[in-house]
């Protein structure tokens, strides 16, 4: 294969950077209007800022002295600690989501290319980046996982260019990105089986295995503040690991049926299949992506089922090189010369078509926060004007004094991480908070173990806070007369 051509190369960087303007535009925007969460953005803006202090990832969101990596283990964030020394802010993290995002344009236009031609390979590249679960992970804020998307990629490049060596050293990098890439691997060792390469296959899978078992059995249990891990959510399959393997080796025909149990599970199958004709499903690349997919389709939590999660960014890169693996593979049987394969110009084209269409019909059939296609509100400038609600979060959190222990509302805590010890409702210490942000317009304040409005309220109470402002669109901010404590300055300092 000859190496792109400067002009080749110029329009692959002109697509990235388009994308990766409206993303930090949509980004930034969100952040502004108060829409950034502590679930997750403030929880990783504490933890990548301790780390830039040569500190423990404690994160009070998640709980008094609590340790990040006994909730889970991604020791790779800590790589984005230098930022913080560059530019002091959350945003800085959600700038390094969408670099990792648009470089993963990079693998799959260069193994499409490959396939194909420029010009498909660039109009992969395009729909990766146009497609549904890109938007919705920009719509999220930052995430661990955003480290995988970018590697799988050159892991599918690596294996197309008989690199069997250099696909491990990539996937070895996954180990550290999440406790269960540990069966990524191992899939990813099932294609280097496919593909004959017997001895880098079972390397391979040796070490996802030693990493499942290092980070799971070993790592968090260690920090967490029970001991253990604290996502087994399998119920269906068993109480632990090794009865759920009993259980799916014995009884498959028993497994199967809860993969289709809800509507949103089948939807989310059918939103990554559908679009792409099923073609992933005649590619043995599809088999890298079953442990991420079939660990959400067996998980107990309702959450992650849903379409509007960062979850799916990876998966959309394995499934659309999945796609044009079938279409290279159809056009080769076909008997079709040359790089021309009109399919294969049609598909991408169709995504691209979608997630401009699907912006615009969504709007009126779905509520913002079920929307899959989010960008659509930044590019028609829906979104550029800061509302009220936004407003009101802003004169909260200016009334708030540097070094304060704070209890904040999900969406008010990423604006104080930065200056202020930050927890969400109960989860610091009752002796320490000093100021209250309660939400009464959200059904629960988030955290560990959430509360209500009226519960958060009426242990504001107890605890003599007194209200700073009132109802200001929905929420209070509370104040009691102690000074900062020393946990919480020091915290910050």
């Not at 423990?56 to 600690?81: M, S, Y």
């Not at 691209?352 to 960008?375: D, M, V, W, Y």
């Not at 009226?454 to 700073?468: G, S």
């Amino acid at each position: 294969m000859t190496r792109p051509t400067a002009k080749d190369t110029l329009s692959l960087v002109v697509v990235m950077t388009v994308f990766a303007g409206l993303y930090l535009s949509h980004s930034f925007l969100r952040f502004r209007n108060f829409e950034a969460r502590g679930y997750d953005l403030g929880i990783f803006d504490q933890a990548v800022r301790r780390y830039a202090q040569f500190e423990a990832p404690i994160v009070p969101i998640k709980g008094e002295d609590f340790h990040l990596l006994g909730d889970h283990f991604h020791p790779i964030i800590a790589v984005l600690a230098p930022l913080y020394w560059i530019w002091d802010d959350p945003r800085v993290l959600n700038v390094a989501l969408v670099v990792l995002l648009v470089s993963a344009a990079v693998p799959v236009y260069f193994v499409v290319r490959g396939w194909f031609s420029h010009r498909i390979g660039l109009l992969a590249a395009g729909a990766l980046l146009a497609w549904w679960p890109f938007q919705v992970f920009i719509d999220w804020d930052f995430h661990e996982i955003a480290f995988a998307v970018p590697v799988i990629g050159w892991v599918i490049w690596a294996v197309e260019r008989r690199r069997p060596w250099t696909a491990v050293v990539l996937s070895s990098f996954l180990l550290l990105v999440r406790e269960d890439m540990g069966a990524t691997c191992l899939a990813i060792a099932a294609v280097l089986l496919i593909k004959r390469h017997w001895f880098p296959a079972g390397c391979l899978m040796l070490l996802g295995l030693t990493g499942l078992w290092v980070a799971v059995g070993v790592v968090i249990p260690h920090f967490a503040p029970d001991g253990e891990f604290a996502y087994w959510d399998y119920s269906a399959l068993g109480p632990s690991a090794g009865a759920a393997a009993v259980f799916l080796l014995t009884q498959p025909w028993n497994a199967l049926p809860i993969l289709v149990d809800h509507p949103l599970k089948i939807a989310l199958v059918a939103a990554h299949l559908v679009p792409l004709w099923f073609l992933p499903l005649a590619s043995p690349y599809t088999i890298i992506a079953l442990p991420m997919l079939l660990s959400r389709l067996f998980n107990d939590r309702l959450t992650v089922w849903g379409l509007v999660y960062h979850y799916d960014a990876t998966l959309s890169v394995i499934f659309l090189l999945a796609a044009f693996d079938t279409l290279r593979r159809i056009r080769g049987r076909s008997g079709t010369r040359g790089k021309t394969f009109r399919p294969a110009t049609i598909l991408p084209i169709s995504l691209i078509a979608l997630s401009l269409g699907g912006g615009l019909i969504l709007q009126f059939a779905t509520e913002r926060e079920h929307h899959i296609f989010p960008l659509h509100w930044t590019y028609t400038g829906q979104n550029w004007h800061m509302s009220e609600r936004a407003q009101a979060h802003q004169r909260a959190v200016d009334l708030i004094p540097a070094g304060a222990c704070v209890e904040a509302a999900d969406t008010a805590a990423p604006h104080l991480t930065h200056r202020s010890y930050v927890g969400l409702a109960g989860t610091l210490d009752e002796d320490r908070a000093n100021w209250l942000i309660i939400d009464t317009w959200v059904d629960e304040l988030g955290g560990t173990d959430p509360k209500t409005p009226d519960q958060a309220l009426a242990r504001a109470e107890r605890l003599d806070f007194e209200a700073v402002t009132a109802d200001d669109e929905g929420l209070w901010l509370l104040h009691r007369d102690i000074p900062n404590h020393r946990t919480c300055t020091e915290y910050v300092d």
